[in-house]
């Protein structure tokens, strides 16, 4: 992700404290308030809008990280919290489409129980919090309870005449904000930049709080269409070299006309499909892994050996193409360096990179020790 170090100055508009906004971050609110607050700016070139679809928005860019890829927030992070309840209290999967967490959290929010207004408290604190660095010297020294109604009534005035020139203001009476003109004029020019911003400190907040999860970038929105062309042409192109192929989780004989792909470690863990990952497996049994974790002991030994002879099988001068993702794991020089390898060594070096991830999904809650029961 290649993201701006700065955001782009205006002589009318105090960037710098849009900037402040993220320094010394210690909870998601502020990344996923602004990153609504654009998608808002995005799809509806509205200044004015309801604090509550801001909030249901918060939660729906929350729910994929938290509830799919299940990163960790933090422990003082509500918001991760307020996602992985309402995934537990109300019928979504954890891949649901975007605009149903945003309307099936609408609708939560008008039950009354004590999550909606946990959910609802939010809208007490993050838009006011998120314009303090608007205010930091006039709140130097304020009790917190005052905080609120002071930024409120600053906002307010800034919108009248003030070098300070406030992002929004309030207007309690209908539960909106409303963005400056000013402001707005400024988002809609930059809204890539701005967002490019946001998620770039959003992905180092994630990484702190996730140091050994592999490819966090691909976690931080909905996921996305499995891009598995290259490795359906690998495994036919497998079937065709080899005698026969069998299911390393059920022993079933396949066929190069009726096969799945597998993810040995599960897609919504490593979030992509690199051909050294991958096996092929019958239909039923891959709906039945889902994306659990595999017993490691019964089954690495056998899912090594098939990625060892699908490779010697495929791995032709005509098709060094088709297998880059195993030059690029193995750091050598061409395909015919790892053709020499003993099964052994590739085994280790398939180890090496496989069990350590193991552990680590294992610690992120995924479901271990999966074994097939026909």
Known sequence: MVAPAHLPLSPHLPVKHLSGSFNN?????????????????????????????????????????????????????????????????????????????????????????????????????????????????QLRGKVDWKINALIQQMADDSFLNSPTLCLYRFHLQDGTIEIHPRWLAYLQEHLAIVTGFCLWHLLNYLQKNNPNVPNIAAKLFEPGTRKLNASRRFWQQAFEEMEIICCIYSGQAMSKAAFSIDHFLPWSFVAHDLLWNLIPTPKNVNSSKSDQLPDFALYFDPFARLQYDAFQAVATPQKEGLVEDYVLLFKRLSVPDIQTMPFNAFKEILHDTIAPQIQIARNMGFTADWSYTP
């Open 25 to 137: 971050v210690t909870n998601a609110y502020k990344f996923y308030w602004l990153l609504a607050l654009l998608d808002h700016i995005r799809e509806t070139q509205s200044p004015i809008i309801p604090v509550n679809s801001l909030l249901a928005r918060m939660v729906a860019g929350v729910w994929y990280p938290a509830n799919y890829f299940r990163l960790s927030f933090g422990k003082q992070d509500r918001l991760g919290q307020i996602a992985l309840a309402i995934k537990a209290e109300i019928n979504l999967p954890p891949d649901a489409p975007r605009q149903k967490i945003i309307n099936a959290t609408l609708g939560y929010m008008s039950n009354g129980s004590p999550l909606a207004r946990e959910i609802n408290s939010l809208g007490a604190y993050v838009p006011y919090r998120f314009l303090r660095p608007f205010f930091a010297s």
